[in-house]
T-cell receptor, first 114, second 114 residues
Framework: EPEVTQTPSHQVTQMGQEVILRCVPI?????FYWYRQILGQKVEFLVS????????KSEIFDDQFSVERPDGSNFTLKIRSTKLEDSAMYFC????????????FGEGSWLTVV | GEDVEQSLFLSVREGDSSVINCTYT??????LYWYKQEPGAGLQLLTY?????DMKQDQRLTVLLNKKDKHLSLRIADTQTGDSAIYFC??????????????FGKGTHLIIQP
């Protein structure tokens, strides 16, 4: 079964450093998403991406964050100048259609900021 | 804004049925989802229901939707130890345009007693 893959599975970084989380969405999918889950809290939507641009973003997705599809397969989330409160599990997801009935998630990248 | 609520824990005996409940506030929800998260793993889509349906069955899983009360439930028949996980209810708002993200509940920890 096709799957969304994410790297790294776990990253520890110092406060103030930049982090790039990588995702390979399912190959025929057109919509890509990033979510995050702070420990013990809800899974929260960050951003959606289609046709090489951001479609929607939440209030969480401020200037500290950026997304990019640098080639035909990868989808990245960059977090500049990380803060302690950025520590969370970051999930990448993809879907074939807009307002789809099936959004597939990766296994997540656990980011710890120290 | 939209909100999704679930109880945090459910404990059932192996072989019994589990019923996980969820309430949501957005009356324009188009799709409602159940995701499963096993320890250290990503979010696995279990099943979904379109808002014009009131029931969907898929093997051991039965989803019931009461749109009037904005109540969604997931019934797992003959619960097994492998069903131990966190179950997330999520809804997709009908924005009519952009790729809005899913709104998740906090998740229900399903604990199976032998």
């Amino acid at each position: 079964e096709p799957e969304v893959t994410q790297t790294p599975s776990h990253q520890v970084t110092q406060m103030g450093q930049e982090v790039i989380l990588r995702c390979v969405p399912i190959s025929n999918h057109l919509y890509f998403y990033w979510y995050r889950q702070i420990l013990g809290q809800k899974v929260e939507f960050l951003v959606s991406f289609y046709n090489n641009e951001i479609s929607e973003k939440s209030e969480i997705f401020d200037d500290q964050f950026s997304v990019e599809r640098p080639d035909g397969s990868n989808f990245t989330l960059k977090i500049r100048s990380t803060k302690l409160e950025d520590s969370a599990m970051y999930f990448c997801a993809s879907s074939e259609y807009l307002q789809t009935d099936t959004i597939y998630f990766g296994e997540g990248s656990w980011l710890t900021v120290v | 804004g939209e909100d999704v609520e679930q109880s945090l824990f459910l404990s059932v005996r192996e072989g019994d049925s589990s019923v996980i409940n969820c309430t949501y506030t957005d009356s324009s929800s188009t799709y409602l989802y159940w995701y499963k998260q096993e320890p250290g793993a990503g979010l696995q889509l279990l099943t979904y229901i379109f808002s014009n349906m009131d029931m969907k069955q898929d093997q051991r899983l039965t989803v019931l939707l009461n749109k009037k009360d904005k109540h969604l439930s997931l019934r797992i028949a003959d619960t097994q130890t492998g069903d131990s996980a966190i179950y997330f209810c999520a809804e997709s708002p009908n924005s009519g345009g952009g790729a809005d993200g899913l709104t998740f509940g906090k998740g229900t920890h399903l604990i199976i007693q032998p």
